[in-house]
T-cell receptor
Framework: ETGVTQSPTHLIKTRGQQVTLRCSSQSGHNTVSWYQQALGQGPQFIFQYYREEENGRGNFPPRFSGLQFPNYSSELNVNALELDDSALYLC?????????????FGPGTRLTVT | GIQVEQSPPDLILQEGANSTLRCNFS?????LQWFHQNPWGQLINLFY???GTKQNGRLSATTVATERYSLLYISSSQTTDSGVYFCAVDDYNDYKLSFGAGTTVTVRA
């Protein structure tokens, strides 16, 4: 059974640029959620994707957007990067979208915005 | 949204000691998970425990859903237990996991 994978592991971008982060869900999982973790804090929910559609969104601006593909992998796109976007971005997959499903996390992408 | 509080914020242990971490939450939950975040940032699943008691080796967890709290027990701690432990819940109205601020555990040899 393949776990959740993310790429790249590290990324350095300049303020104002755009970035795309990628996530492959665990085998058999059809739901992907993205979280942002700032230094010293717990992860914060960005959004969830199910059947290629956004299925819930946290308190993040529209410049945070995503996609889910037919194979359930997902992308997180951030436009017009700001210094405060520097964080660890975590992807999680689960068997379904209903409440109560256990979520499994990938190793994360550490984004630094300078 | 649901509030999650973890205590203590920091814990320093001597190798071999036992400890208890607590997670309080403000509303009924469908899902409660405990994670250990390793130094590289990955969240490792420890327990999926919306209610009841589970054990896995030196770790065990108990959730009392009616009283809205969960406990994580670490017995005979080892240096490899060091890291940040997070409790996360989702409530009946939402799909997202809401995380506590974490407990940073340092185990000294």
């Amino acid at each position: 059974e393949t776990g959740v994978t993310q790429s790249p592991t590290h990324l350095i971008k300049t303020r104002g640029q755009q970035v795309t982060l990628r996530c492959s869900s665990q085998s058999g999982h059809n739901t992907v959620s993205w979280y942002q973790q700032a230094l010293g804090q717990g992860p914060q929910f960005i959004f969830q994707y199910y059947r290629e559609e956004e299925n819930g969104r946290g308190n993040f601006p529209p410049r945070f957007s995503g996609l889910q593909f037919p194979n359930y992998s997902s992308e997180l796109n951030v436009n017009a990067l700001e210094l405060d976007d520097s964080a660890l971005y975590l992807c999680a997959s689960s068997l379904g979208t209903s409440v109560g499903y256990e979520q499994y996390f990938g190793p994360g992408t550490r984004l630094t915005v300078t | 949204g649901i509030q999650v509080e973890q205590s203590p914020p920091d814990l320093i242990l001597q190798e071999g000691a036992n400890s208890t971490l607590r997670c309080n939450f403000s509303d009924s939950v469908n899902n409660l998970q405990w994670f250990h975040q390793n130094p590289w940032g990955q969240l490792i699943n420890l327990f999926y425990i919306p209610s009841g008691t589970k054990q896995n080796g030196r770790l065990s967890a108990t959730t009392v859903a009616t009283e809205r709290y969960s406990l994580l027990y670490i017995s005979s701690s080892q240096t490899t237990d060091s890291g940040v432990y997070f409790c996360a819940v989702d409530d009946y109205n939402d799909y997202k996991l809401s995380f506590g601020a974490g407990t940073t555990v340092t185990v000294r040899a």
